[in-house]
Each structure stands twice: as structure tokens, then as C-alpha cells.
């Protein structure tokens, strides 16, 4: 008899385990997927803006990681990949913009001179001197980025070049993300005795494999729809638009309670929701898991995504990363048709709010926030241009916390999960889409291997 499984969430994780489990367990096995939203894909969310396809969640996937390259090529779109034109990055800091260092690690510098402008003399010379100063450091140790950046470098070093990398991906601060999430090949060269924060900061960077003029970030042509239409159309799950409540066991499986009230039962589930809607529906089932999955904080973004007239003067770099402490509204600003290249008449824009611990993204109107993306694009680029096109999306608790400890509390999660219930997710590996595809593919091979009770 063919096996029926659930998967409980539409997004790249929801969608990659359905295809998966498709593949494994081949045409005749019943897939349901549940999702409420009006499309799937979740975070991964493709608009016309100006008459062009822009994403209002994900842009973008690490090239470095082999994940998103490899699924596009199972599916036929290795030819839809497409990189960013080159253009760098600026850091907007003391209300001036700077270059983004050359030859940091996520923002750690290894080279005094690369950060000369962005922080003052003091601190390059401190940076200069951290090689000197003996280095504490206990193997597995996890502290946040912010205690160990800045007791090496210094609170400039912190505020001015790690957090704005931060906010963009995390939209968390250095105070609250773990080095071992946010940069797990420094912790490894630390735990293996690296004298110094520099030379292990230099030592990742030297063991990198990637060619130093590749492109960090690749994209899909047409957008991440393209890959969301592809992986429905391969998974040939049924989608229900409901939420899940509730999951409960039963004598051979699993049984389903939907927002309206109706039942379904499987013989294994995938649940790929955020971690605290994940936290309540296996609260019954699955207490261990359900109280590591409560302590994984989580932020919410606001992004407003605007087409501008084609011809705006705006610079050849592909966006702005904001300091901590700015007197600016906006976090980040994508220059979408720098980064990408040009598309049709328009000149396209993101500009994102809201960063963990406050309320932003839930509160603020609609009004306002484009009132704010007219304002921060004056003070940052002294333009003013009236949208001709515009979309305002928010991410509500979208963005996982990767707190110090964060790999624990994940082996714990996974610890306490019974045989034939399995997750998937940006809150267990890596927010990134990568990451996510990678969880999908674990979540759905256990399944497949479990023996299920029949
Ligand atoms: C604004 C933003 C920008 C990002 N940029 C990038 C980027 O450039 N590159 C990158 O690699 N990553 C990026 N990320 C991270 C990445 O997009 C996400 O981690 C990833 O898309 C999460 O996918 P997911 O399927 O795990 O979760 P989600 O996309 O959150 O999907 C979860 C789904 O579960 C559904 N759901 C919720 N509750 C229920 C329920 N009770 N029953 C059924 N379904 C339910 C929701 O409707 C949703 O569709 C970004 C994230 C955000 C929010």
C-alpha cells in the first residue's frame, strides 16, 4: 500500500521536502501540503513592480554553497541562474557612505588599513595590535558576535562593519546572533587554537575555495517564482489552503487538525512553518522539541520596493548596509537594477525596516513607510524621485534568531522529535535559502528511510 505523508508549511522548505518525498517515494505515494496563504513559496515572493518581476522577500542564495545550484539543475534551470553584475556594496556610517572593507570576514577585518575611514585612528590601531593581545578562547566556546568583535576590535569595528551585515541577513544585532551560527568557519579555527581573532579570520579567508571575482550572490532569472512553479509542478502534492492546528497521534500515523475543524491523517509529516507556530502545533506530541523551538527568538522586517524613473542618478554600487545607531529609518537598501543588471525602464529599489526588538514592521502604516523610503533615499543619495510603482511587504516574525547556543538548542529540537515527524526550516541549519533546502532534503530522507507503523 502507497504511504501518505503531510507537509505542514508552503515555503522552500515545505516545497522541497514535497518534491523530495515525491521523488523517493515515487508516483503512487499521497502528498497533502497545507498552507493558508494566498500562493506558496512564503519568504519567497515574486511581484511585478514597473512592469518587471522583483522579490519582495529572498533576492538572492550564497553561491559558495552548493545547494540552490545543484536544485536548479535537478529541475532543468541551471540555465535561469543568473550573478550579480559586480558592483559592491557601500556602508552608510556617521551620515557619510563608505566603501565596504575589502578582505573582511563577514565584517572582520583582517587587514587594519582596509577599515581606515570607516573607523577612526584608534581603533584601526587597535585592530592593527589584536595579533599581540593574547587570545581567551575556550573550544565550543559560543559567545555573541558583539562580546567577541568588540573586546578584540572594539565597538566601531562591531557598529560600523559586522551588524550591518548582520541586520541584512538576520535583521538581528551582533548582541544577539552566536558566532558559531553567523560564522561557523571562525569558531572551527578558533576551537582549533588560532592565536588570534585576525589569524583566524585570515585563515578562512586563505581556505576559501571560491575564486576571488566570482559572484558571491546568484539569483533566478524571472525570479524565485520560477523555481516555486517548478517545484509544485514536480511535487504533485495537493495543496490545501488551510492552516494546521493541531497534531495529534493516531494508531498508525498521524492525524492532521485543520483551521476549520477537518482531519487528516498521514503516515509521516513534514512540519515547515516558523519555529514559534511550529512550537504550538507539536506542544502534545513532541514536548522537548516544542520548548527548544519556544526559545528561538524571532524579528520581523518591513520592505518597501519601489520602481523609480528610468534615469535616476543612482550610484553603480549595489546598495547601502546601515550601521548600527544611524539617524536613518532604513536598515539596508538594495539597488535592485545595479545589482542585477537593468531591467526595462525603471530603476528599482528595496529599502528595508524593522530590525529585532522592535515593533516596526507590525506597526507602521503603509503611508509612512513610503514616506520614510522618499526620505532615507534623499539623505543617502541626495535624490528625490517620485515611485512610479511601489509595493509595501512585511515579514512578520519571519527572521530566526541564531542566538549563542544555537546548535545545541537545534540538536535538542531534533532530540525530542518521534519517528515519522520530521522539520524543516530557516530557523534549524541557516537562515538562508540554501540552508532550507538542505533541511527540507534531511527532513524528507528520514521519513522516507523510517520505518513507518502501519
Ligand atoms: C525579507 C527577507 C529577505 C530574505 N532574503 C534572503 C536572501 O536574499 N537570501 C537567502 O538565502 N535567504 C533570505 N531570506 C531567508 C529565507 O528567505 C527564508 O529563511 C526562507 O525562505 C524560509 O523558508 P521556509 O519555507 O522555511 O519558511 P517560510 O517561507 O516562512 O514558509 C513557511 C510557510 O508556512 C506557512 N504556514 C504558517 N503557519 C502555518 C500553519 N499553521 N499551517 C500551514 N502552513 C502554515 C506560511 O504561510 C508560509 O508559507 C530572507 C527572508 C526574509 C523574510
Same mark, same amino acid.
Request: charged content about 20%; overall charge neutral; proline content about 6%.
Given at each position: 500500500?502507497?504511504?501518505s505523508?503531510c507537509?505542514?508549511?508552503?515555503?522552500?522548505s515545505?516545497l522541497v521536502?514535497?518534491?523530495?518525498?515525491?521523488?523517493?517515494?515515487?508516483?503512487?505515494?499521497?502528498i497533502t501540503?497545507?498552507?493558508p &496563504?494566498?500562493?506558496?513559496?512564503?519568504?519567497?515572493?515574486?511581484?511585478?513592480?514597473?512592469?518587471?518581476?522583483?522579490?519582495?522577500g529572498?533576492?538572492?542564495f550564497?553561491?559558495?554553497?552548493?545547494?540552490?545550484?545543484a536544485?536548479?539543475?535537478?529541475?532543468?534551470?541551471?540555465?535561469?541562474?543568473?550573478g550579480?553584475?559586480?558592483?559592491?556594496?557601500?556602508?552608510?556610517?556617521?551620515?557619510?557612505?563608505?566603501p565596504?572593507?575589502?578582505?573582511?570576514?563577514?565584517?572582520v577585518?583582517?587587514?587594519?588599513?582596509?577599515m581606515?575611514?570607516?573607523?577612526?585612528?584608534a581603533?584601526?590601531?587597535?585592530?592593527?595590535d589584536?595579533r599581540?593581545?593574547?587570545?581567551?578562547?575556550? +573550544?565550543g566556546?559560543?559567545?555573541?558576535?558583539?562580546?567577541?568583535?568588540?573586546?578584540?576590535f572594539?565597538?566601531?569595528v562591531?557598529?560600523r562593519?559586522?551588524?550591518?551585515?548582520? +541586520?541584512?541577513?538576520?535583521?538581528?544585532?551582533?548582541?544577539?546572533? /552566536?558566532?558559531?551560527?553567523a560564522l561557523?568557519?571562525?569558531?572551527?579555527?578558533?576551537?582549533?587554537?588560532?592565536?588570534?581573532?585576525?589569524d583566524a579570520?585570515? #585563515?578562512v579567508?586563505?581556505?576559501?575555495?571560491?575564486?576571488?571575482?566570482?559572484?558571491?550572490?546568484?539569483?533566478?532569472?524571472?525570479?524565485?517564482?520560477?523555481?516555486?512553479?517548478?517545484?509544485?509542478?514536480?511535487a504533485?502534492?495537493h495543496w490545501?489552503q488551510?492552516g494546521?492546528?493541531a497534531?495529534?497521534?493516531?494508531?498508525? /500515523?498521524w492525524?492532521?487538525?485543520?483551521? #476549520?475543524?477537518?482531519?487528516?491523517?498521514?503516515?509521516?509529516?513534514?512540519l515547515?512553518?516558523?519555529?514559534p507556530?511550529?512550537?504550538?502545533?507539536?506542544?502534545?506530541v513532541?514536548?522537548?522539541t516544542?520548548?527548544?523551538?519556544?526559545?528561538?527568538?524571532?524579528a520581523?522586517?518591513?520592505l518597501?520596493?519601489l520602481a523609480?524613473p528610468?534615469?535616476t542618478?543612482?550610484?553603480?554600487h549595489?546598495?547601502?548596509?546601515?550601521?548600527?545607531?544611524?539617524r536613518?529609518h532604513?536598515?539596508?537598501?538594495?539597488?535592485?537594477?545595479?545589482?542585477?543588471?537593468?531591467?526595462?525602464?525603471?530603476?528599482?529599489?528595496?529599502?528595508?525596516?524593522?530590525r529585532?526588538?522592535d515593533?516596526?514592521?507590525r506597526?507602521?502604516?503603509?503611508?509612512e513607510?513610503?514616506?520614510w523610503?522618499?526620505?532615507d533615499?534623499?539623505?543617502?543619495?541626495?535624490?528625490?524621485? #517620485?515611485?512610479?510603482?511601489?509595493?509595501?511587504?512585511?515579514?512578520?516574525?519571519?527572521?530566526p534568531?541564531?542566538?549563542?547556543?544555537?546548535?545545541?538548542?537545534?540538536?535538542?529540537?531534533?532530540?525530542g522529535?518521534?519517528?515519522g515527524l520530521?522539520?524543516a526550516g530557516?530557523?534549524?541549519?541557516?537562515?538562508?535559502?540554501?540552508?532550507c533546502?538542505?533541511?527540507?532534503?534531511? &527532513?524528507a530522507a528520514?521519513?522516507?528511510? &523510517?520505518r513507518v507503523?502501519?
Open positions: 500500500m502507497s504511504r505523508y507537509v505542514v508549511g508552503g515555503g522552500i515545505g521536502a514535497a518534491y523530495r518525498l515525491r521523488v523517493s517515494a515515487g508516483p503512487d505515494a499521497s501540503l497545507f498552507d &496563504a494566498d500562493r506558496l513559496g512564503g519568504a519567497l515572493r515574486t511581484e511585478r513592480i514597473g512592469g518587471q518581476p522583483m522579490e519582495v529572498a533576492e538572492a550564497i553561491t559558495r554553497r552548493p545547494e540552490v545550484p536544485l536548479l539543475g535537478e529541475l532543468g534551470l541551471a540555465g535561469r541562474q543568473v550579480t553584475t559586480g558592483v559592491r556594496p557601500l556602508i552608510y556610517s556617521q551620515a557619510r557612505l563608505h565596504l572593507p575589502a578582505n573582511t570576514l563577514q565584517g577585518p583582517t587587514q587594519p588599513s582596509s581606515r575611514g570607516l573607523v577612526d585612528d581603533t584601526v590601531a587597535r585592530i592593527a589584536e599581540s593581545r593574547p587570545l581567551r578562547w575556550a +573550544a566556546a559560543d559567545p555573541s558576535v558583539a562580546e567577541l568583535v568588540g573586546d578584540r572594539g565597538e566601531q562591531v557598529a562593519s559586522v551588524e550591518p551585515l548582520l +541586520a541584512g541577513v538576520y535583521a538581528g544585532s551582533a548582541a544577539n546572533i /552566536g558566532v558559531r551560527s561557523p568557519a571562525l569558531a572551527t579555527q578558533l576551537d582549533r587554537g588560532a592565536a588570534s581573532l585576525t579570520a585570515c #585563515e579567508l586563505a581556505a576559501s575555495t571560491v575564486p576571488r571575482d566570482a559572484p558571491i550572490f546568484g539569483a533566478v532569472d524571472g525570479g524565485y517564482a520560477v523555481l516555486v512553479d517548478e517545484l509544485v509542478r514536480r504533485r502534492a490545501r488551510v494546521v492546528e497534531v495529534h497521534r493516531s494508531p498508525h /500515523g492525524d492532521l487538525v485543520d483551521d #476549520e475543524g477537518a482531519r487528516h491523517h498521514a503516515d509521516a509529516v513534514v515547515a512553518v516558523p519555529a507556530r511550529m512550537a504550538r502545533l507539536v506542544a502534545e513532541a514536548p522537548r516544542a520548548a527548544a523551538a519556544r526559545r528561538i527568538a524571532v520581523s522586517t518591513a518597501v520596493a523609480l528610468g534615469g542618478p543612482l550610484p553603480q549595489s546598495g547601502v548596509l546601515v550601521a548600527g545607531g544611524e536613518l532604513a536598515k539596508a537598501i538594495t539597488l535592485t537594477t545595479r545589482k542585477w543588471g537593468p531591467r526595462g525602464n525603471v530603476e528599482l529599489v528595496r529599502l528595508s525596516y524593522g529585532f526588538g515593533d516596526l514592521a506597526n507602521v502604516g503603509d503611508e513607510l513610503l514616506s523610503a522618499a526620505l533615499l534623499h539623505t543617502v543619495f541626495g535624490i528625490h524621485a #517620485e515611485p512610479v510603482d511601489h509595493h509595501v511587504q512585511r515579514w512578520i516574525d519571519a527572521m534568531q541564531y542566538g549563542p547556543g544555537h546548535v545545541e538548542l537545534i540538536a535538542e529540537l531534533r532530540a522529535l518521534p519517528p520530521a522539520v530557516g530557523y534549524l541549519d541557516g537562515i538562508g535559502v540554501p540552508a533546502v538542505a533541511s527540507a532534503t534531511r &527532513a528520514s521519513l522516507v528511510t &523510517a507503523a502501519r
